[in-house]
């Protein structure tokens, strides 16, 4: 009896864009009715099975990083990066033993790695474990933070990049070309590909909202962060819509928070995308994944660049300033200035906002394909498949 082909994807919680990657992917291969089983695989349960880590802490690894990003702490994490990954290595052969072994019992046709940091140490024990087994890593950002934070020389792992910016990064790392792919965006859930609302100003006023004003959507990640309290004092007499993520104790400051204009408080939803439809302008960090989702829904980016930036991100606010498709400020204090200037020029920076093109949760599934080891691929012949994209374009079409 054959079975379909099995897509392990691997991704970790620290920060919430790389499960959230690896769920757009997954619904990305759904789409395409491809015969395919895909499997998700949080990393931290495969090398700390028995949770000694939370047991020793009271935490999960990932927590630590979360609630960093929560309390706005970031100061320093570029040091503590290098920290990280020096005890990656310096942990590369048990890290080796323990993946070996879950690719012993998974057994897949296919891994695609949505992390950074580790991907050495999977590409090795899955070349040791499954030989002939293709090894793939998806950036999840715009740009690569070398060294071995993405992209590792050396080793039969196929890159697949959002800019051309990580294109030649990844050259320049030693990458071979053939191993490396363009893509034209961030991985983004479908739902930031469906159609205009029909009556968009009459859901406004049914969510609270002017229905005439230009409204910012402020978004600082799925842990929200302390930052946003100063920035809504700052912005008191501008509509807002403040998605806290899940950080209660931030939105509960926030509803305590006087304005004179109308604003929205919401604490952890799946559901982004219909709030962005809301919203004409973008406020948070640079996030890849929170800055792809506002220019998908034509909202012009307002972001920081500072010393407190997460070095993997400060790229992201160039992107941003060559595409021009917002306004970076440097701290806090200028976000009242930077909003004002973005409201002076916002039928402009919408325009070029709406020329980007971002088709990379419909691109992927055709590269993987690629991939599949033959008799893999075999067993996909006279099935759905062969006709990729088919559901995936009619959704484009319509958005």
């Known amino acids: 009896m054959q079975h379909d082909a099995v897509i392990e994807l691997v991704y970790f919680n620290a920060g919430g864009g790389h499960r959230a990657a690896a769920l757009a992917l997954q619904e990305g291969i759904a789409l395409q009715q491809r015969p395919w089983q895909v499997k998700l695989t949080n990393l931290t349960a495969v090398l700390d099975p028995q949770g000694l880590f939370q047991r020793l802490t009271g935490l999960q690894p990932e927590d630590l990083y979360n609630k960093r990003l929560s309390s706005g702490l970031t100061l320093g994490l570029a040091q503590e990066l290098k920290l990280l990954q020096r005890g990656i290595r310096l942990l590369h052969g048990s890290l080796l033993q323990r993946l070996q072994a879950h690719w012993a019992v998974s057994r897949p046709d296919l891994v695609v790695s949505l992390i950074p940091n580790f991907n050495r140490a999977l590409c090795e024990s899955l070349a040791l474990a499954r030989p002939g087994v293709a090894f793939v890593t998806v950036m999840t950002d715009l740009a690569d933070h070398p060294p071995h934070f993405w992209a590792e020389p050396g080793l039969p792992q196929q890159l697949v990049c959002g800019t051309d910016h990580a294109v030649q990064q990844a050259l320049r790392a030693g990458l071979p070309p053939a191993h490396v792919h363009r893509v034209s965006g961030m991985l983004l859930r479908p739902a930031f590909y469906a159609p205009p609302l029909r009556c968009r100003r009459s859901a406004r006023l049914a969510a609270g909202l002017p229905a005439d004003e230009a409204t910012g959507l402020v978004l600082f990640g799925g842990h929200g962060s302390r930052a946003m309290l100063p920035l809504a004092e700052r912005l008191a007499d501008v509509p807002l819509v403040l998605m806290c993520g899940r950080n209660a104790a931030l939105a509960q400051a926030l509803r305590g ?16 995308a219909p709030w962005m439809q809301l919203a004409d ?4 960090k640079p996030g890849p994944g929170s800055i792809s989702e506002a220019v998908q829904m034509g909202l012009p980016v307002v972001t920081t660049r500072n010393a407190w930036t997460l070095p993997q991100e400060r790229w992201n606010t160039d992107w941003v300033e060559q595409q021009g498709l917002g306004i970076v400020h440097r701290s806090l204090r200028g976000v009242r200035s930077a909003v004002a200037q973005t409201l002076q020029q916002l039928p402009e920076l919408q325009a070029r906002v709406r020329t980007q093109r971002n088709r990379a949760l419909f691109e992927l599934p055709e590269l993987l394909a690629r991939w599949l080891p033959p008799a893999a691929r075999d067993r996909a012949v006279g099935s759905k498949a062969g006709t990729p994209g088919h559901t995936a ?3 484009l079409t319509s958005a």
């Open 281 to 284: 302008f973008f406020i948070g």
């Open 257 to 272: 928070q006087p304005a004179r204009a109308p604003r929205v408080v919401l604490e952890f939803t799946p559901d982004v």
């Open 393 to 395: 374009s009619t959704l």
